[in-house]
């Protein structure tokens, strides 16, 4: 992912906040608080045709102690036109495939109950579901439960 690609990214991730259940965010952050919240590494878009990014994954440290420094947690979007094609699973893959170039033993990814084709995709992934939070935030008023998912890699960290 390059900087020129923020106005697909965030035309995608806009789409996404639509659904009503891919965030707790409701507007798109502008590139630079974006870029400050997500590892510089790890971040891929899915392009067709050279010019046409379907869909963007992207990292995110879970904290700053460095006892956590291998774990990471997952942002995932594909563009309306391109869900149920495969371009989910690209990209996950990619990602965790690069996530484990950089040392990164845990990748995590906070999901809600109703985002079943995420569900779905992170199972397909490795990913294995851990817990719920329930009531963790408010999503325009209504209070939204958490499903923990996350996936070990068997690569990093083993030893």
Known sequence: MKASDWEAVSKIYSEGITTGFATFETE???HSAWNDSHMQTCRIVAIQNEENILGWAALSPVSSRCVYGGVAEVSVYVAEEARGRGVGKLLMKTLIAESEKEGLWTL???IFPENEGS???HEQVGFRYIGKRERVGKLMGIWKDNLLFERRS???GID
Do not use: R
Request: charged residues 35%; proline residues 8%; without cysteine.
């Open 154 to 156: 068997k690569k990093v």
């Open 119 to 121: 569900i779905k995709l």
């Open 108 to 110: 995590q990814s906070g």
């Open 28 to 30: 798109i952050p502008d």
